[in-house]
T-cell receptor
Framework: DTAVSQTPKYLVTQMGNDKSIKCEQNLGHDTMYWYKQDSKKFLKIMFSYNNKELIINETVPNRFSPKSPDKAHLNLHINSLELGDSAVYFC?????????????FGEGSWLTVV | TQLLEQSPQFLSIQEGENLTVYCNSSSVFSSLQWYRQEPGEGPVLLVTVVTGGEVKKLKRLTFQFGDARKDSSLHITAAQPGDTGLYLCAGAKGNTGKLIFGQGTTLQVKP
């Protein structure tokens, strides 16, 4: 079984549309994250949730809204998509939100905005 | 401003050669991790170092955390084509799990 699974893996959509990426982890972890990897492979944290509570919000435009219905799920909804939103979005999880914890990443969702 | 500077950004070598990747910062980190990412997949943790001067070995890979906990290196001995991938260093500050990633080093090992 995949530890951190996210869907869809590929998404091509037009500017202005609204889209969602879903993420689920079966590791029993308390903390989940969303990271964005740009075309230069630079990986940057967007959000982290601990037990459904928002812990980190890294000055991401409010068009991005994470939702955690329970601690095993963290979905990412994006409104009014822009060309610059094209990237790979990684969901991840860790046992706790502390330094040195192992973070398990999903396989990524390739978002292309045209 | 890039908090973690990783070098080199690209490296293409022959099988059997040795290489070192560097991860430098002016900031102190409570822990530093190295990840490897293959095309189409997410990063996978290789190692975590937490103590200044710490050295960890993983088969042909040797990781070192600087004495001041501001830098780290990854040395690969006798590289193999299977080592090809994107290597990412990531540091955590304070007690938070928030990771700051370097720009990555794309390694290609030719047979």
């Amino acid at each position: 079984d995949t530890a951190v699974s996210q869907t869809p893996k590929y998404l091509v959509t037009q500017m202005g549309n609204d889209k969602s990426i879903k993420c689920e982890q079966n590791l029993g972890h308390d903390t989940m994250y969303w990271y964005k990897q740009d075309s230069k492979k630079f990986l940057k944290i967007m959000f982290s949730y601990n037990n459904k509570e928002l812990i980190i919000n890294e000055t991401v435009p409010n068009r991005f809204s994470p939702k955690s219905p329970d601690k095993a799920h963290l979905n990412l909804h994006i409104n009014s998509l822009e060309l610059g939103d094209s990237a790979v979005y990684f969901c991840a999880s860790s046992q706790e939100e502390i330094s040195g914890n192992t973070i398990y990443f999903g396989e990524g969702s390739w978002l292309t905005v045209v | 401003t890039q908090l973690l500077e990783q070098s080199p950004q690209f490296l293409s070598i022959q099988e059997g050669e040795n290489l070192t990747v560097y991860c430098n910062s002016s900031s102190v980190f409570s822990s530093l991790q190295w990840y490897r990412q293959e095309p189409g997949e997410g990063p996978v943790l290789l190692v975590t170092v937490v103590t200044g001067g710490e050295v960890k070995k993983l088969k042909r890979l040797t990781f070192q955390f600087g004495d001041a906990r501001k830098d780290s290196s990854l040395h690969i001995t006798a590289a193999q084509p299977g080592d090809t991938g994107l290597y990412l260093c990531a540091g955590a500050k304070g007690n938070t799990g928030k990771l700051i990633f370097g720009q990555g080093t794309t390694l290609q090992v030719k047979p």
